[in-house]
């Protein structure tokens, strides 16, 4: 049997997701419309898909990529606004700018989301890492008008997740060493990855919650589902060693690497794989 480092690597990531981008965005530019419910999306106000709902209409159970004419049911007084993506990008960057401001390693995993790394960032600033997670908090929205919610923790997995729970402008920590504790009770969904498609396989095999998952022995991993389910579950325990890839940090090239799990120094197998 390999072995697999299951030990997670003590750091301080910090996940940045902008409080209904969209909406919070046509709110900064037209005040009029805050306090308001308010529908990004289109290409009209009763056809087509919401692309962005504000807190005030999410409060009817309207949510993204729900068809605008079951929205304007559920809410007639919301307002359609169709969007400029243009101005939305550049509000990425303006976000992006802040950021970068205290460490160049920040990863834009979307337009409206980020993780930042901030190894030596408490020496360099004096500050924890919590202070300095709400300094960025507080400065994006003092800087640009729009909220951001925030989760910090020892990895990206955890830290996305963190950042979902607790909405809008509020900053989650969790501990070091807390990871799996704070995932346990929250359904499979909430792992990143875990959509339409997987959520319903875990659920044949009777998993309803990350907990489900974290306890399983390796064995029964590989047994139910092969070595394609061992980067879930080490999500699930909590594990995540992955890097914050900024800008400076992206690849020049491309390489694809297969490993033996099972070390091996046939010629033959060897051969019969570069094949």
Known sequence: M??????????????????????????VLNPSLRGKPLLVGGPTSTRGIVSAASYEAKAYGIYSGMPMYLARQKCPKAIVVHGNFDVYREFSKRMYQIFIGYTPEVEMASIDEAYID????????????EDLSRNILNKTHQKLGISVSGGLASN?????????TNKPHKLTIIPY????????????KAIPGVGHKTLPLLEAHGFKTIGDIA???????LDKFGIQGIPLWKKCMGIDNSPVISVASLPKSISKEHTFYESTFDKKIC???LR
């Open 215 to 221: 306890k399983l022995k390796m064995d029964d991993v």
């Open 271 to 273: 051969l019969d794989y």
């Open 156 to 164: 990206k997995t955890v830290a996305k997740v963190a950042s979902s």
């Open 177 to 188: 060493g807390k990871e799996m504790k704070f995932l346990a009770p929250l359904r499979l």
């Open 118 to 129: 901030l190894a030596g960032c408490e020496l360099l600033y004096k500050q924890s890492a």
């Open 2 to 27: 390999f072995k697999l480092n299951l030990s997670q690597n003590k750091r301080f990531i910090l996940h940045l997701d902008a409080d209904a981008f969209f909406a919070t965005v046509e709110q």
